[in-house]
């Protein structure tokens, strides 16, 4: 990961994460210890029954909590998942556009423990928490 990666990721048709390219995930904020991400639903995203893959929102909640703990971490330093236990509330669809706010709860000394929480408009689609290894 490059050192200045979070500024980086941020900007149009950014190159660092190729996941964000390949998903068309866009990033509405990351600040310490808070991220915010967007993402259309697109055909590539559906799975057989029609509706946007579970573990397709699995990724934006967890990518969504790994952001928002490397907004407050110090220079240097990064984090890899420990846990992720995701909660599926109803399904998204084709052109429905979904938004993931994660927050960090606690930061210990190596560990910390993030949520994170999707909806479409106002209804919730999923919810998850995690916790992250700091290196």
Request: glycine share 12%; aromatic share 6%.
């Amino acid at each position: 990961m490059p050192e200045n990666y979070l500024a980086e990721v941020r900007k149009p048709g950014q190159q660092v994460n190729p996941l964000f390219a390949f998903l068309g995930v866009e990033i509405l904020e990351i600040v310490p210890d808070r991220a915010a991400l967007r993402l259309p639903v697109v055909p590539g995203l559906i799975q057989g029954g029609g509706k946007l893959a579970g573990g397709i929102l699995a990724t934006l909640l967890d990518e969504a909590m790994a952001h928002a703990a490397l907004g407050g971490n110090a220079p240097g330093r990064f984090t890899t998942t420990v846990d992720l236990n995701v909660s599926y509330f109803r399904p998204a669809g084709l052109g429905d556009v979904l938004e993931c706010e994660a927050k960090v709860v606690k930061r210990g000394g190596r560990v910390l423990f993030t949520e994170a929480l999707v909806t479409r408009g106002e209804k919730e689609i999923a919810r998850a928490t995690a916790s992250f290894l700091v290196v």
